[in-house]
Each structure stands twice: as C-alpha cells, then as structure tokens.
C-alpha cells in the first residue's frame, strides 16, 4: 500500500529523486533557492529606494533597463565563457561578485550615502554576475545527475526562481518597512553564503571539449543553427512572449476591466507566478512524456489560448485562474526545453546554449510588452491581448506544421 501510494504522488507532484540521489545537486537546489529570495529581496528594495529618492515612476522604470542591457549583452559571452573555464570556478566567482555587490548597497544605506547613480550602477554590476552566472550553473546540473533526471531537475528548478519571484518582494517590502533598506541588502548578501557553500562543495567542473579552440560566440550561434531541434525551442518560447504577453497591460486592465486598484494589479502579476509554481509542484504527469516537442507546441499553446480567453473576460476571479493557467502551461514549456537543451546538446556547447536562453528569456518578454502596450495603444486592451494570444495560437500552429521532426522528437532518442 506504501508504495502504490508514493507511486500515486510521484504522478501528479514533482519527481524528488534528484534531491535524494544526489548531495551535490541537493545543496545547489537549497542554495540557488535562498539566493533567488534574497535577489527578490534586494530588486524591490532597490526599486522602492529609487521612488523614495527621486518621486520618479520613470526613474523606477530606469532600474529595468539598466538590468535588462547587461544581461542581453553578457547573456551570450555568458555562455561562451562557462564552455571554456572550469564552471565550477565561474559560479563562485560570479555568485561572489554578487554578494559583494550586495554588501556595497548594505554598507551604502549604513553610511547614509543614498545616490540613485549608484544604485543604477549595482543594479548594472548585479546582472553582469547573474549573465555569468546562470549558464555556468545551468551546464554543471548535466554533469551531476543522469539524464533519466533532468526533466525532474528542471521541474524542481522551475520552482527556484517562482518561488523566489514570489516570496522574495513580499519578505523585501516587510524588511524594508521594519528594518530600513540597509537590512534587505544585508540579508541577500548573507543568504548568497548558501549558493557559495554548494558551488565549493563541487568537484571541477572544466566542460568537455572536442578541440583546442577557444569557444565563441558564434560557434554557438552556427551550432543552434544546425540543430532544428534545439532552434524551435526557442521559436516556440517567442511565440509565446512576444505575440502573447499582457504583463505591460495589467494595471490599465485592473482599473478598466475590473475596476480595481493598485491591489489589483498586484494580483494579475502575482497569478501566473502562483500558476507556475503550482506547474513546478504538479509536474509528476510529465515523466510519462517521451515527445517533449510535441509537449512545448501543446503547451504554448495552451498558454496562447489561455491569454485570448482572459482577454475576454470582465470577472476577476475568472481572469486570475485563466493567468494561472497560463502560467501553469509556461512553466511545462520551459522544463521540456530545457531538458532538451541539456540532452540532445553536446556538452562543450551547452553554456553557449544557455547564453542564447538567458536573452530570449530576458528580451522575449520586453519585446511583448512593447508590443502589447502598442497595439493597445492603437486599439485597446482586449483587442491587444486576445489578439495577441490568437496570433501565438496560430504562430505555434504554423511551427508545428514546418517542424515535423521537432513534433517527432523522442526523449528516449534524442537528436538536437
């Protein structure tokens, strides 16, 4: 009976495994989790200093771009760098920078030296070290656990960063009001202690290579080419992000649509964050999966038809559960690619690989938002969003129709 019953929960929850198997990617899971809250953290803490020194939602919005050029711009060298140096080294170093980093905002706030300048040049700093970061990181999880286990991974790992999203403002805003700004930082640079502790706990982590030269850019860039597999990975993920993502729209649809208040929009963003995480929990049914394309084409969408449906609805609670369920299928796209990339890339190229992921991740998103806020702009909300959410509906349709291979893609069989 015990055992029917933990065979029953690993069909619907996430697959636990590699917590149990393996100590080294247990103690990097438990590390990245309590950095992604501190970094949640400090990113609010930072926001609400901006307002509280300029009065400026513009100077606010200012905080995004200089974290969104850095990390477009090093996503890729990112990348290249983790296919060349000992990963290992990389992630201590680049998590070290960003606990520094955090100790300069902590000590700043302690000293009184309060200069949105310099706080823009943090912000800057930080996602240097989180482009260097993340593909190091990312390429190590291949290297300690087997391949039965990545999407497991993946799953577990989708829950890191919603969790952080979740959690990490919440704890910001209540340190900030309670304690001034100086203890959020303080607590996000001790909490990168735990990260620091797995990362040097690793063994080396040199990338396995076929050559002697030096990996590039471009190298990587030809390989994706090459590889109609890996490349509708992030086709697809576009589909998603740029034609079908309503985030900019929010607090206009919260006053007009539902007439509500800041509150409000609070909770649009906040639903397909909890409908991610709840896609990182339930994410047992998905190792009975071998076609992960087909999964991704299904997901997105899923996740399309999900964004038109709220884009014509006026009750609230029906508009949070179709963002929930957005979210939910998000969360399955991005662990099936993922655990593509990990499989069917070679090794030597997957810090490369996942340079490319950073900024499609990072600038899929922006681009949607200026395109809703646009075509919003010129039409109206329910027009952008439904629109948008039809238009990715039938952008992953044609997809599907091109990508016969990719439809075909077995995990147990797996061709980049």
Known sequence: MTATREEGRRRVFADLTPLRTSAHYRRLWFGSTVSWVGQGMTTLAISLQVYDLTGSTFSVGLVGLFSLVPLVAFGLYGGAIADTVDRRKLGLASASGSAVLSAALAAAAFAGFHHVGFLYGIVALQAVCAALNSPARTAMIPRLLPPEQLRAANALNSMITTFGTLVGPSLGGLIVGVAGYQTAY????LAFS???????????????????RRASVLDGLRFLATRPNLRMT???DFCAMILAHPRALFPAVAVLWYGGDARTTGLLVAAPAF???????LSGWQSRIRHHGQAILLAVAGWGTAIAV???????????????????ADTASMIFRSTMMQVAAPDEMRGRLQGVF??????????????????????SPAVAITGGGIACVLAIGALAAYGRGFRRYDAHDPTP
């Open 234 to 236: 992030f086709l697809s």
């Open 310 to 328: 709220f884009g014509l609805t006026r009750e609230l609670w029906l508009g949070l559960l179709l963002l929930a369920l957005a979210g939910y």
């Open 275 to 281: 409908g991610a995480l709840l896609g990182g929990v």
């Open 194 to 212: 735990a990260s620091l502790y797995a990362m040097w706990r690793l063994p080396s982590m040199l990338p396995d290579r076929t050559g002697k």
């Open 358 to 379: 950073i900024v499609v991740v990072v600038g899929g998103p922006r681009l949607g938002d200026f395109l809703a806020g646009s075509v919003a702009d010129f039409t």
């Open 186 to 189: 303080l607590v996000d640079a």
